[in-house]
Nanobody
Framework: QVQLVESGGGLVQAGGSLRLSCAAS????????MGWYRQAPGKQRELVAH???????TYADTAKGRFTISRDNAKNTVYLQMNSLKPEDTAVYYC???????????WGQGTQVTVSS
């Protein structure tokens, strides 16, 4: 089992920056991929970025060039650095983790990001 706790969300002006953190605990050595998803009101949850155990990253088109996903293995933590934020980035951001032997994702509770114009 894996437990995930997100932090770092908040209110920011357009063009500003935020850094989200996701701390993992439990069966951390069984994690193959960690990533960030977001869900805006009335919309489906969508991928923002993924990072593998080896540090290979994948970004949604809307995140490329503005967001950076990274990890700190010593702290069992994944980060999402978000720059040049736009109002359309407003959403609840969820941390997810997938185990090597499972297709299912474990989810954190989410952290609200609100970008004002």
């Amino acid at each position: 089992q894996v437990q995930l706790v997100e932090s770092g969300g908040g209110l920011v002006q357009a063009g500003g920056s935020l850094r989200l953190s996701c701390a993992a605990s439990g069966s951390i050595f069984s994690i193959s991929v960690m990533g960030w998803y977001r869900q805006a009101p009335g919309k489906q949850r969508e991928l923002v970025a993924h990072i593998t155990r080896g540090g290979i990253t994948t970004y949604a088109d809307t995140a490329k060039g503005r967001f950076t996903i990274s990890r700190d293995n010593a702290k069992n933590t994944v980060y999402l650095q978000m720059n040049s934020l736009k109002p359309e980035d407003t959403a609840v951001y969820y941390c997810g983790a997938k185990l090597i032997s499972s297709v299912a994702l474990y989810w954190g509770q989410g952290t609200q990001v609100t970008v004002s114009s």
